[in-house]
């Protein structure tokens, strides 16, 4: 029998697919080691194994870490793990035979300390840099010393990270070239996959209308409806743009609706101090909110409803991690209007599967929208050729396969 033990934090994040697949293959046993289960479900045949949140006095000295904030957070995550794996070999028997973890909060970090000899296969989501990549991607934003000191710094746990692994996974070449290239031959360029089944659109090949009945609304079919999907409304995501050119297209389209899913957070960026981006757009004002519908988070069967009847759909980010809902907005065969930054270039072609839009120019990005809206047939031969691009590239099953046989690639 395989041992296989995953690690992330916040249990299951990218291995929701991933650990369940290995599992159902009786010759693995799959344990999957976690700080929190965030979304408060079990996945067929995985053993979840949760280890301990940060003590006080743990807590206490990360808050006084300065620049080195998250590499403490990450030390304090690596020994809980290798507390975790300990136990489970003493207590329990168990002992890896492969790791596959996400990297970022520091799980693998003393791995090798406790079993030299097992290989791990880092998840690689983001490498820092101060200048020509998220944080200050445009020739106005200007870097202060102090930015590009905590930037650097960032990286101290993910250098440690790239020396350690045996081999790494990245899920786009936009994320893959962030990268130190004396790391690069390490890391293999392997989305999580996107499960086209799911991310489909309506059987019946039309947009039906939409029904949330927890938040009172009902859209019959035929109604024009502009969706946007993000975690946290911020400015990496771009919301405040996307908010200033729905103004705009409610404007011109008096029978249009605007359907928000997210939350009022933060979850990339800088935070704004004492107020959110959306309670900003409260105070500006200027949309019908009869129109715009926030409808907080939603689960998965709703998801599914709300892209399925979606006659455009917004996908704006800065040069940062591509998000799986651009990508799952595609397998639906949503027409789209997403921002032209390499994260999205690398994926979508202006005019052959979407069209693209200056990320900080909302009236480029409201004209986009309409350029879709007022032509429904070109709309749809985008979202159709938006599918076709997913279904080739990001199948879930092929990419489950290939991480797979990188696993296999490894053990002896």
């Known amino acids: 029998m395989l041992n296989i033990f995953f690690m992330h934090s916040s249990f299951p994040a990218q291995y929701l697919n991933l650990a369940p697949y290995l599992a159902q293959n009786p010759e693995n046993n799959v344990y999957f080691l976690a700080k929190e289960n965030s979304i408060n479900t079990q996945l067929r045949g995985v053993t979840l194994a949760l280890y301990g949140q940060p003590n006080e006095q743990q807590t206490k000295w990360i808050e006084n870490s300065g620049p080195l904030r998250p590499a403490a957070e990450a030390v304090v995550d690596g020994q809980a793990v290798v507390r975790a794996m300990d136990w489970l070999a003493k207590e329990k028997k168990v002992k890896p035979d492969v790791i596959i973890a996400h990297t970022g909060w520091g799980s693998t970090l003393y791995c090798k300390d406790l079993y030299p000899d097992v290989p791990i296969i880092g998840y690689f989501e983001w490498f820092y840099h101060a200048e020509n990549s998220d944080s200050y991607w445009w020739p106005d934003e200007i ?79 035929g109604t024009e409806i502009l969706t946007y999907v993000a975690r946290g409304f911020e400015i990496y995501r771009g919301f405040p743009y996307f908010m200033d050119a729905l103004r705009i297209v409610l404007q011109r389209r008096p029978n249009l609706h605007a359907v928000i899913v997210g939350k009022d957070r933060i979850c990339y960026g800088a935070q704004l101090q004492d107020t959110t981006y959306l309670k900003e757009e409260e105070k500006k004002g200027g949309y019908d909110t009869e129109r715009v519908h926030f409808v907080g988070l ?107 046989d990188l696993m296999y690639s490894l053990i002896r």
């Open 143 to 221: 870097p202060q010393m102090g930015n590009k000191i905590s930037i650097r710094t960032r990286n101290a746990h993910h250098l440690m990270n790239l020396d350690l692994c045996d081999t790494g996974v990245t899920p786009t070449k936009w994320q893959y070239e962030q990268f130190p290239k004396e790391y690069k031959p390490k890391i293999n360029i392997i989305h999580e996959g996107i499960d086209t089944r799911f991310c489909s659109p309506h059987p019946s090949g039309n947009r039906p209308g939409l029904v949330l009945e927890d938040v009172n609304l009902n859209l019959p079919e």
């Open 298 to 404: 939603r689960n998965r069967g709703d998801y599914q409803k709300i892209l399925r009847a979606s006659s455009c759909h917004v996908y704006l980010t800065r040069p940062f991690v591509l998000s799986w809902s651009f990508l799952e907005a595609m397998s639906f065969g949503c027409p789209i209007v997403g921002s032209k930054t390499p994260p999205v270039e690398e994926v979508m072609e202006d005019n052959v599967n979407g069209l693209l839009a200056e990320f900080r120019s909302p009236y480029h990005i409201a004209r986009k929208i309409e350029e879709l809206l007022d032509d429904p047939e070109r709309a749809k031969k985008l979202g159709a050729r938006a599918r076709e691009t997913i279904q080739e590239r990001f199948e879930l099953l092929k990419c489950m396969r290939a991480q797979e």
